[in-house]
């Protein structure tokens, strides 16, 4: 079976993916997570599209139980050596967020930074596949669970793209995808599409998997600060719990 492109696309990216400017502040980032999701206590934590685990790592560090599920055997392998040379307990586990459901309950989530929400594979059905992953997360919380979950956002992208962008195929306006095209170093393309949302389209989603909605800022990684979304905001974050 040919590799999927979002399996080679982080498998591409993963031995330079701690070096982006975004992953820079970790810690204000899970400050923020602490706080927001009221951790306390040792309690449990679902970490979807963890990729190198850098928040489940710093989770861990303060004395959170935390399990990460993503689909890049690469990027998971680059947390797992991070967790054994520092001696920590966190359980990676290789899946993809649409399919893959624990049979255990936690007591908060994280799915963040694109690791699994937003970006998807070219030609894949952008509403099921989302509804599959809020499905899941629904399910492996326990009840008055906490979720906090970033997207794109999709106001900024009706700004930044045109109609000419529209007539080549590289905004769809019917699922708000914009077609990324990564060239590999040996010549070769990586397609991949990230999908913007609108806040009521998010809203919808979320409710429909169950979710009671907190709070709805914008939270373009590395400025989280419960700031009102505008319009050329990167992402959009939610903060929502499981009744």
Not at 33 to 47: K, N, T, Y
Not at 136 to 152: K, P, V
Request: charged residues 25%; contains cysteine.
């Amino acid at each position: 079976m040919p590799e999927k492109q979002r399996e080679l696309f982080f498998r591409r990216e993963a031995p330079g993916y701690l070096e982006n400017v975004f992953t820079r502040n970790t810690l204000a980032e899970v400050d923020f997570i602490v706080r927001e999701l009221g951790l306390h206590g040792g309690a449990s934590v679902l970490d979807v599209g963890c990729g190198t685990g850098r928040h489940s790592l710093e989770l861990a560090r303060r004395g959170f139980r935390c399990t990460g599920i993503d689909q890049s055997e690469e990027m998971l392998a680059i947390g797992r050596a991070a967790a054994q040379e520092e001696g920590l307990q966190v359980r990676f586990i290789r899946g993809d967020a649409a399919t893959t459901r624990l049979a255990e309950r936690f007591q908060h989530a994280i799915c963040i930074c694109e690791g699994a929400f937003s970006l998807l594979e070219v030609g894949a059905d952008a509403v099921a596949y989302h509804e599959a992953i809020l499905g899941n997360l629904h399910r492996m919380l326990e009840r008055r669970g906490t979720f906090l979950l970033t997207a794109l956002n999709a106001l900024r992208m009706i700004r930044e793209y045109s109609d000419e962008d529209v007539a080549r195929g590289r905004f769809d306006l019917l699922s708000m995808g914009v077609t990324e095209i990564y060239p590999g170093p040996d010549g070769t393309e990586v397609r991949v599409v990230e999908k913007g949302f609108l806040p009521s389209e998010l809203l919808a989603l979320l409710k429909g998997a169950g979710f009671e909605v907190l709070s709805l800022w914008g939270g373009t990684a590395g400025s989280w600060n419960k700031a009102p979304l505008s319009l050329d905001e990167i992402e959009i974050m939610a903060v929502a719990r499981k009744p």
